[in-house]
């Protein structure tokens, strides 16, 4: 059964590339507006570092290395996470999730994994850019267990984030609209842009635990940077089970509670 989903979502990533390649184009203009993006981004971190040497610890190359993080994640969830996010509240408002729920397979790994937009991956790339001249520039000794850690916390952070977002879209199974709701999170996920330790820590502990941002980004930059403790690894594994095991509730709560079109 296994076998089967991950061939399963491998032909759909595959057919979703198909259509993609048809517009390449769409390629050119994403990768100018991440460059501007980007740009922009690593003019705001020259600015704030004209007047200071470092940001509560962390360094300008480190500040680098943070925002690539950032660029990286924001991409990812923008390639795999929303564009599946956005078509399951829409067929959820319509009652087209029928068409979902019929099918011989697991309806949350379906609607997680049909559709994907390719051509935001250069965000990924970007990022990708900044986090390694960010390690190269900085003075932190990056280790291979430092680079392990990084791709575990990167990968466990994005988990605990597309938890946190699947749980928001649940919700439209009870509202009419959830565009505010989505809207807000992109609010709030800019404030990963800068590291968690320079606010206060009610809002440090809301923006790791409330919308956990912190782990997605905060923690692969602190593992990258040689600061990472094994004890913020612990915590965010079990954060990681815990919000899968709640959002698998949600979803199946949010179900009984749906009409569809053949209802």
């Known amino acids: 059964m296994r076998v089967h989903y991950v061939r399963l979502a491998r032909h759909l990533l595959r057919v979703q590339v198909m259509n993609d390649l048809q517009y390449r184009a769409n390629f050119f203009i994403q990768l100018f507006h991440s460059a501007l993006a980007v740009i922009a981004a690593v003019a705001g971190v020259l600015l704030v570092y004209r007047h200071i040497s470092e940001l509560n610890g962390w360094s300008r190359m480190e500040m680098f290395v943070l925002l690539g993080v950032f660029t990286m994640v924001s991409g990812l969830l923008r390639v795999f996470v929303r564009p599946n996010l956005y078509r399951m509240a829409t067929d959820i408002n319509r009652g087209s999730l029928d068409f979902v729920l019929t099918k011989p397979v697991d309806a949350q790994l379906l609607l997680s994994i049909r559709q994907v937009d390719v051509w935001q991956g250069t ?121 899968f095991w709640l959002t698998r509730r949600f979803f199946h709560s949010g179900l009984r509670r749906y009409s569809g079109a053949s209802a």
């Open 123 to 243: 965000n990924v790339l970007a990022g990708a850019g900044l986090v390694t001249a960010g390690v190269l520039g900085s003075s932190s000794r990056t280790g291979p267990v430092d680079l392990l850690l990084f791709a575990l916390t990167a990968a466990v952070g994005l988990f605990i984030l597309y938890c946190f977002l699947f749980s928001l879209v649940c919700t439209a199974f009870w509202l009419v609209d959830i565009t505010e709701v989505v809207a807000l999170f992109e609010s709030v996920y800019e404030a990963s842009r800068w590291p968690l330790t320079i606010y206060p820590s009610w809002l440090r502990y809301a923006l790791t635990f409330v919308v956990p941002v912190g782990f997605a980004v905060t923690l692969p930059a602190e593992a990258v940077t040689a600061r990472l403790s094994m004890t913020a690894v612990a915590v965010e594994l079990c954060f990681a089970v815990a919000a």
